[in-house]
């Protein structure tokens, strides 16, 4: 996953792939003169693969910029081998420059931690400004929602907060107004929806259904699922895309399709369309996209992008 802010580009990724989940450690490759060249590294204290870690493996890095603070943000999950490969902490690494990494401060420990996810709110006249939130789920306790704000930078964490649904693969989004919109699966991935805070992560709304998800599973035990990727522009519109066979005959293949907000709170969303790769006959599928949008409200569409589990 990558961020960028001014002429500097973060990217965050798993380093030393484990079969069975996870990674030997994070990794980081930053770009300061707008992709022209790059420095890379590990990111320090998190994994004993990296000489002072305490866990075993980590994974799920999303990246964030906290204009307030001005620290680059980087969100991790850690993993513990006893008793099965599992989800044992988020922690999120600061950095000033993009370069030099301080180690992990604790955003949450406990059960069978998932699918984490950070923002921060970067809009000056926003009420929250300077706020930034994790999402993730506690797949121990049924996939729980878990949402935690830090107003310092990404040193100390707010406990966890939920609306008592069963989710997966969240994404956070900031509104210019400090709204956040986070666009998501429920528990089994049959349906995309959206839960928002008006009031800066001191309470979260109620999840909308956007719609139910139809998804063909793909050939060769490939490793995916219909999990959203979701971008919001300059006006405060956001926009999701995931995997979904509604448009294909006899549901036979995936097409990426897409729906965006109507109103401020994300409780409102355009009808499904599907994103025109290539005709419906083709028996090609499609899964695991990745959306980017600028602040013109131009739209970009890749796959693949993230893995549907640890």
Known sequence: MAFSNGSTIVSA???????DGGACAIGFA?????????????????????????????????VAYDAL?????ISSLTLLEAGGVHGNSVVTSRSTDGLTWSTPFTTATGGDLDKNWIVCDNTASSSFYGHCYTEWDNHGSGNLLQMSTST?????????STNN???????????????????????????????NSTNGGTSWSATTTIATISH????????????????IDATGTVYVVWTDCRFRRSCKTNDLVISHSLNSTGTSWSAVSRVPIDATTSG?????????????????ISEPTRQAEI
């Not at 707008?34 to 799920?60: C, E, F, H, Q």
């Open 13 to 19: 990724f798993q380093v030393g792939r484990i079969y």
């Open 30 to 62: 930053t770009s300061t003169n707008n992709g022209t060249t790059w420095t890379n590294g590990l990111l320090p204290g998190i994994t004993k693969w990296t000489g002072s870690g305490p866990n075993d493996r980590a994974t799920d890095a999303s």
């Open 69 to 73: 603070h001005g620290v680059w943000l």
């Open 152 to 160: 310092d930078g990404g040193q100390t964490w707010s406990a966890p």
């Open 165 to 195: 649904t069963g989710v997966i693969g969240g994404q956070p989004l900031v509104r210019p107004d400090g709204t956040v919109i986070v666009p998501i699966d429920n528990a089994n991935e049959t349906a995309i929806g959206a839960f």
């Open 216 to 231: 063909h599973t793909v050939a060769g035990s490939l490793r995916e699922g219909p999990l959203p990727s979701a971008e």
């Open 284 to 300: 090609i599928d499609h899964f695991i996209p990745g959306l980017a949008v600028n602040k013109l409200s131009l739209i970009h």
